[in-house]
């Protein structure tokens, strides 16, 4: 079974762009979340998306924005990108949600550098 | 507010040497407790966790993990550490019944030396 894909694996922007991550889950996991990861904050949850519903959301500017597709892809979104927007985005995915014990699978990440 | 608490940012342990990998947290309510661990340029692996029951956990690759809640501590340990054991290591908790949402310690870098 595949693992949880995550594209492009590097990215170059500019500040004030706007960026597209994408994640592809694992064949029937229905639940997506997104982390970022920088060596001074550390991992930072973003947001969990479920049956196409953003269920949680972390405390990031309205920029950073998401979706899920009816297939349980998902997509984040970053607008007017600032120099702080670099970093590693990790997307995890797991089966269902509602389920505290539930372990995730991660992505490589997608290395977003804006110059 | 939830936290999770990785005091060392560094572990540096001899190749078959005993190891430890500190994680003290502070949640309201029961903690779910995991360990992942991340190799460069790689995502992150999930190790172990700790749900209830045993306070004792065993995990992947030979790790294992001892929850104490009297001390709000959920360390890392591997009886003999390999050099391949050398990465960095996360724990995380839990915080509400909605799944996904982990929160992180900083992470500790585990450098296993031959």
């Known amino acids: 079974k595949a693992g949880v894909t995550q594209t492009p694996r590097y990215l170059i922007k500019t500040r004030g762009q706007q960026v597209t991550l994408s994640c592809s889950p694992i064949s029937g996991h229905r639940s997506v979340s997104w982390y970022q990861q920088t060596p001074g904050q550390g991992l930072q949850f973003l947001f969990e998306?479920?049956?196409?519903?953003?269920?949680n959301k972390g405390n990031f500017p309205g920029r950073f924005s998401g979706r899920q597709f009816s297939n349980s892809r998902s997509e984040m979104n970053v607008s007017t990108l600032e120099l702080g927007d670099s970093a590693l985005y990790l997307c995890?995915?797991?089966?269902?949600?509602?389920?505290?014990?539930?372990?995730?699978?991660f992505g490589s990440g997608t290395q977003l550098s804006v110059l | 507010a939830q936290s999770v608490a990785q005091p060392e940012d560094q572990v540096n342990v001899a190749e078959g040497n005993p190891l430890t990998v500190k994680c003290t947290y502070s949640?309201?309510?029961?903690?779910?407790l995991f360990w992942y661990v991340q190799y460069p340029n790689r995502g992150l692996q999930f190790l172990l966790k700790y749900i209830t029951g045993d306070n004792l956990v065993k995990g992947s690759y030979g790790f294992e993990a001892e929850f104490n809640k009297s001390q709000t501590s959920f360390h890392l340990k591997k009886p003999s550490a390999l050099v391949s054991d050398s990465a960095l290591y996360f724990c995380a908790v839990n915080t509400n019944n909605q799944g996904g949402k982990l929160i992180f310690g900083q992470g500790t870098e585990l450098s296993v030396k031959p």
């Open positions: 949640v309201s309510g029961n903690p779910y």
């Open positions: 995890a995915s797991s089966p269902t949600a509602g389920a505290r014990s539930e372990k995730l699978f």
């Open positions: 998306y479920f049956s196409e519903t953003q269920r």
